[in-house]
């Protein structure tokens, strides 16, 4: 064994024991402090990588999630809108069938008539309610509905336009039809028969399109659901075991400062040397 008053070699290594120690509990209460083991590329490149691509997808299906909310509720606007007038046309239908009776008086077919305007003029009411966010699916434009369904932005789900205006192609009932005769009534009952029909087949493709919709929100909120796990099994800390870590490392640096206080009393053990 050397002594020398220059260099202290116990010293040295129980300093540098302590440095790691330390390097270590600062490491072990970041993981803590950010709930993260790896918290930027320096941790590990590698992983980090990995994750902030599944961030940029994650961040992409919120965008999809939102998309499609916008994409639900103007369909479900325009599906209500539809079925109003729908139910309105088989209430006109009961006016013109009552009205197209040859027998009737003209007083009855008269109130049976005001009865059915104030019907049909409801339909443009319901048609110009029917927007949702500046779109209307159902009026005498070209609106449709484009969901965004991939992170990237590169899938689409389209509703179409449905013009359900009076005489625009589906409602066979003009703006200005009337059941005053019993000629008109007569031939009333079938414009409304056909445009029940129409109506119907409106009804079931803005059905499937609200829930093709909804199908799709749910899968993308599964989407989003499982990569936040995987990126939370990628780069999130064990609690309890830096918890553990955490008071284990503690204590080391406890003893280090220990083992570095007494290795820094070893060149007074010299002076006895050179007492008599």
Request: no cysteine; glycine share 8%; charged share 20%.
């Amino acid at each position: 064994m050397s002594f020398s008053i220059n260099v202290n070699e116990s010293a040295l290594n129980a300093l540098r024991q302590l440095s790691g120690t330390n390097r270590e509990l600062a490491e072990t209460q970041t993981h803590i402090n950010t709930g993260l083991k790896i918290s930027s590329a320096k941790d590990n490149a590698a992983v980090f990588s990995i994750a902030q691509k599944l961030r940029a997808d994650l961040r992409g299906f919120n965008a999809v999630k939102q998309s499609l909310d916008r994409g639900i509720s103007t369909t479900e606007v325009a599906l209500a809108g539809a079925e109003a007038i729908s139910d309105l046309l088989i209430e006109m239908k009961e006016k013109a069938v009552a009205a197209a009776d040859a027998g009737l008086d003209a007083n009855s077919r008269n109130y049976l008539n005001q009865d059915f305007v104030a019907l049909r003029d409801q339909i443009n009411v319901i048609i110009t309610n029917s927007e949702f966010n500046g779109t209307n699916l159902i009026d005498g434009g070209t609106d449709l509905v484009e969901a965004i369904t991939s992170a990237d932005a590169t899938e689409l789900l389209t509703v179409a336009h449905e013009n359900l205006t009076l005489g625009g192609g589906n409602v066979l009932i003009s703006a200005t039809q009337t059941i005053g005769t019993q000629t008109l009534a007569a031939a009333t009952v079938v414009n409304i028969d056909d445009s029940i029909d129409n109506l119907n087949a409106v009804l079931t493709r803005l059905g499937a399109g609200a829930k093709g919709l909804e199908q799709n929100r749910i899968f993308a909120e599964t989407l989003a659901d499982v990569i936040e796990v995987g990126i939370g099994n990628l780069v999130d800390a064990d609690m309890a075991k830096e918890s553990a870590n955490l008071q284990a490392l503690q204590v080391k640096q406890q003893l280090g400062i220990q083992a570095l206080s007494i290795a820094n009393q070893s060149p007074q053990s010299i002076l006895s040397l050179f007492q008599g």
